[in-house]
Nanobody, 120 residues
Framework: QVQLVESGGGDVQAGGSLRLSCAAS????????MGWYRQAPGKQRELVAL???????NYTDSVKGRFTISSANAKNTKCLQMNSLKPEDTAVYYC??????????????WGQGTQVTVSS
């Protein structure tokens, strides 16, 4: 059993900052990639930022230069630092991981989601 536990999020004014964290736990052999997607009301879920097991990062164009994804000191934990937030960043942010379990199965796992609201 593998799970992702998210923390962070909340309400902030435009121009402010927030930090999301996501910790993966359970019978994990390795993490292939981990990151965040977001879904705003009436819109499709979209990739925000992803970091691979090798440390490569990928960001959606709208957050480049403002958001930074990184590995935390805690094992299997990633952080998303969000700066210069805009009202259009308002969404539910979901942590995502593609990982290899101890059984050697590849799994796609999602967190419970956390609300980020940016007011103008």
């Amino acid at each position: 059993q593998v799970q992702l536990v998210e923390s962070g999020g909340g309400d902030v004014q435009a121009g402010g900052s927030l930090r999301l964290s996501c910790a993966a736990s359970g019978s994990i052999f390795s993490i292939n990639a981990m990151g965040w997607y977001r879904q705003a009301p009436g819109k499709q879920r979209e990739l925000v930022a992803l970091i691979t097991g090798g440390g490569s990062t990928n960001y959606t164009d709208s957050v480049k230069g403002r958001f930074t994804i990184s590995s935390a000191n805690a094992k299997n934990t990633k952080c998303l630092q969000m700066n210069s937030l805009k009202p259009e960043d308002t969404a539910v942010y979901y942590c995502y991981a593609r990982l290899t379990a101890q059984t050697m199965r590849t799994l796609d796992v999602w967190g419970q989601g956390t609300q980020v609201t940016v007011s103008s």
